[in-house]
């Protein structure tokens, strides 16, 4: 489109749904996991970040960790050990929503093939408006588009964003409810499931 830099700020506006991420009734210990993720107006990735963990190369190393989508806005301290062959995985995790960062503990058994096997563990994020924010940042500097502003939440504006005279430049279009209904129907997701209600 021939964008090659962007002046000023990229405020995030997600007032399309209100700010109650979580539902009343869901459980304080499930918060953790993927299936409730906040739900925001400005979702990506399911509001969730993907391990992948192999082990090291001999037991006692720490294991391997990759993180999906790769992100500045969520740390990770890696504390899961790798064990004896043939060992049970038992990795855990927990979060620390104020300082945005997830520990992870346990252990994974050595794995001796040339292509060592992922242990995948998903955890929810917080503050999904910016993580969504992160990750456009994060993609638009990788197109090459220069980006010295700052990412901001509307309500960290003082004054009102107006939208008159404004021209979107792209959008888009969910599947059809007869596709994301084989999500909801077969998979326990609150986030895609409530994200439907609200937007009918």
């Not at 996991?33 to 001999?58: C, H, M, Q, R, W």
């Amino acid at each position: 489109m021939g964008i090659k830099s962007i002046e000023g700020d990229i405020i995030g506006d997600d007032s399309y749904f209100d700010r109650m991420n979580f539902g009343p009734g869901w459980a304080i210990d499930d918060l953790l996991y993927p299936y409730s993720a906040p739900v925001n107006a400005l979702s990506v990735y399911e509001n969730k970040v993907d391990f992948l963990i192999t082990p090291g190369d001999k037991n006692g190393d720490k294991a391997n960790v990759k993180i999906i989508p790769d992100n500045d806005f969520v740390a990770f301290v890696n504390n899961i050990q790798t064990v004896k062959a043939n060992s049970p995985s038992d990795i855990d995790a927990a979060k620390d929503d104020k300082l945005n960062i997830i520990t992870l503990t346990g252990k994974i058994p050595l794995d001796t093939n040339a292509k060592k096997q992922d242990y995948k563990l998903s955890v929810s994020i917080n503050n999904p408006l910016k993580f969504f924010l992160n990750l456009l940042e994060e993609d638009i500097e990788s197109f090459g588009i220069k980006f010295n502003g700052n990412i901001k939440d509307i309500s960290e504006e003082e004054d009102e964003v107006s939208y008159s005279g404004l021209e979107p430049f792209c959008s888009i279009i969910s599947p059809p409810l007869s596709q994301i209904i084989k999500i909801i129907n077969t998979r326990n997701n609150l986030l895609i499931t409530i994200s439907q209600i609200l937007t009918k």
